[in-house]
């Protein structure tokens, strides 16, 4: 039981981010900087924008692991789900567009709100931080930099590269990179939640071999 109402939190917490971020898109007033990103690959390779969140996700989740850091089941959820989130809300229309400036101020400030809540919910679930915040937490660790340079330097790469293939910018970004961490604060604070007193779960190696080596054996006795 326990199981799954961890399970429903972390992808409750997964489809709220994608929520979010949707809502800050559909706003039209320019994206938060990784989806600057995902939206420049998108018009480069043809692809949607959930699909180029997926494959950033994955490049950044093999240089994490490359770089030694762990990865919980919820990291690969985070990966592949959010993407998948974000096309299904996207291609279905499920989020309002709306035209009066002061409504897609309003869609920006509600999708901070949303993502904020939705990453509560998915780091609470302790079964491992997303690709982006792990790159953070690595690249910060072997540089001995704060956090919050790393950040801030991981976003702006992420800004300039999806801006030169086409990425919308625009007064949102701004309202975004502002506000985002006070949403997120806010929202910690008053969900009392202490992000350094949760202990993840991380996919432990061995015992992920040891099991494929079972069932390989199994399936050839067979």
């Known amino acids: 039981m326990k199981l799954i109402a961890t399970l429903g939190r972390l992808f409750l917490g997964l489809f709220l981010f994608a929520l979010g971020a949707v809502c800050t898109i559909n706003a039209h007033l ?4 990784w989806d600057v990103l995902h939206q420049g690959l998108a018009r480069t390779f043809h692809i949607t924008i959930g699909m180029g969140n997926i494959l950033v996700a994955l490049l950044i989740l093999i240089i994490n692991r490359l770089l030694g850091e762990k990865i919980g089941f919820g990291t690969i959820c985070n990966m592949l789900f959010i993407g998948i989130f974000m096309d299904v809300l996207m ?13 897609r101020i309003l869609m920006v400030l509600a999708g901070l709100a949303i993502l904020s809540f939705g990453t509560y919910l998915y780091l609470s679930a ?3 931080t997303g690709p982006r915040d792990g790159l ?4 910060a660790r072997k540089t001995k930099r704060s956090v919050r ?20 910018v625009g007064i949102g970004t701004l309202i975004m990179v502002s506000l985002v961490g006070i949403f997120v604060q806010f929202t910690f604070k008053i969900c009392k939640f202490d992000v350094k007193n949760v202990h993840h779960t991380y996919i432990d190696r061995a015992k992920a071999k040891h099991a494929l080596a079972v069932l390989f054996h199994s399936q050839n006795i067979s």
């Open 30 to 33: 320019g994206l938060q900087p």
């Open 91 to 103: 291609l279905n229309h499920l989020v309002p567009v709306y035209h009066m400036f002061v409504l």
């Open 126 to 128: 302790g079964l491992g």
């Open 136 to 139: 953070m937490v690595v690249l």
């Open 149 to 168: 340079l790393i950040r801030t330097l991981n976003e702006a790469v992420a800004l300039i590269i999806g801006y030169f293939l086409g990425g919308s």
